[in-house]
């Protein structure tokens, strides 16, 4: 399903773009990444499966360089793959990167986690995740991304969530927190696989204090083309449009 507008809404004080793509360890064509980095202008980068294992903060420093950003936290064994970027201007207030329990026989996961503050809106929290393929598992590790939310403050959890919104753990967070492509679709809802995307694995979440504008995978941005996005990676980006509240806004409830 494509329902892009013309345009964004434009850049204004308190507004966000935030921008979610599992990289696939910068495995496939790096420039082509970069350039739909690039073009979704974002203001933050919410990476998955950054690269953990051959020089990983060399790759992320060289992922941020190519898309104008700065690492913000995550990456390598840090987080075992999320990572987060800003651009610069971006200002971290603390960071909380958690790894997670491990089950025998599969791969370790994480969370990046960073309390920042952008001009023009009242500090939030963000994570990036990449939940595991084991229906237990990831039940689990649904249930841990509430600790990384900031108490009664704003929030916003991106990644890919190895699961569909009909699952129990999708369901689950939907009940605290805004499905951004739910809320205010746009662009496209598929982010797998690039060459025919069929199913929606990757979302972004916010707090109910954050007001999303839009949210989707970026098909017709200026500057995004078929091309890149067949080749960067094998998942589609998504990118959401947030209002974050106001600097000294009272906290809400949740």
């Given at each position: 399903?494509?329902?892009?507008?013309?345009?964004?809404?434009?850049?204004?004080?308190?507004?966000?773009?935030?921008?979610?793509?599992?990289?696939?360890?910068?495995?496939?064509?790096?420039?082509?990444?970069?350039?739909?980095?690039?073009?979704?202008?974002?203001?933050?980068?919410?990476?998955?499966?950054?690269?953990?294992?051959?020089?990983?903060?060399?790759?992320?420093?060289?992922?941020?360089?190519?898309?104008?950003?700065?690492?913000?936290?995550?990456?390598?064994?840090?987080?075992?793959?999320?990572?987060?970027?800003?651009?610069?201007?971006?200002?971290?207030?603390?960071?909380?990167?958690?790894?997670?329990?491990?089950?025998?026989?599969?791969?370790?996961?994480?969370?990046a986690t960073a309390l920042v503050e952008v001009a023009?809106?009242?500090?939030?929290?963000?994570?990036?995740?990449?939940?595991?393929?084991?229906?237990?598992?990831?039940?689990?590790?649904?249930?841990?991304?509430?600790?990384?939310?900031?108490?009664?403050?704003?929030?916003?959890?991106?990644?890919?969530f190895n699961e569909h919104p009909d699952g129990p753990?999708?369901?689950?967070?939907?009940?605290?927190?805004?499905?951004?492509?739910?809320?205010?679709?746009?662009?496209?809802?598929?982010?797998?696989?690039?060459?025919?995307?069929?199913?929606?694995?990757?979302?972004?979440?916010?707090?109910?204090?954050?007001?999303?504008?839009?949210?989707?995978?970026?098909?017709?941005?200026?500057g995004v083309t078929g091309a890149d996005l067949l080749?960067?990676?094998?998942?589609?980006?998504?990118?959401?449009?947030?209002?974050?509240?106001?600097?000294?806004?009272?906290?809400?409830?949740?």
């Amino acid at each position: 399903m494509t329902t892009a507008p013309a345009e964004l809404p434009p850049p204004a004080p308190g507004r966000l773009r935030l921008l979610s793509y599992n990289v696939r360890s910068l495995r496939d064509d790096r420039r082509a990444l970069a350039r739909v980095v690039r073009a979704c202008e974002p203001d933050l980068v919410c990476v998955q499966e950054s690269p953990r294992y051959w020089r990983p903060e060399g790759q992320a420093a060289w992922l941020a360089r190519a898309t104008g950003t700065v690492v913000l936290s995550g990456g390598g064994r840090i987080a075992a793959g999320p990572l987060l970027l800003g651009r610069p201007g971006v200002r971290v207030r603390a960071v909380h990167d958690r790894l997670l329990p491990k089950t025998r026989g599969l791969h370790a996961r994480g969370f990046a986690t960073a309390l920042v503050e952008v001009a023009g809106a009242a500090p939030f929290t963000v994570t990036s995740c990449h939940l595991s393929l084991d229906a237990d598992e990831r039940l689990r590790q649904f249930g841990l991304l509430a600790g990384q939310l900031r108490h009664a403050g704003p929030g916003v959890i991106a990644g890919d969530f190895n699961e569909h919104p009909d699952g129990p753990g999708w369901r689950s967070l939907a009940e605290r927190l805004q499905d951004g492509y739910t809320v205010a679709p746009w662009g496209g809802e598929m982010t797998s696989v690039p060459e025919n995307p069929y199913q929606r694995l990757d979302a972004v979440f916010a707090t109910p204090d954050i007001e999303v504008l839009a949210c989707g995978v970026p098909h017709g941005l200026p500057g995004v083309t078929g091309a890149d996005l067949l080749a960067a990676t094998d998942h589609l980006p998504v990118l959401a449009v947030l209002r974050l509240p106001a600097p000294g806004a009272g906290p809400t409830d949740r």
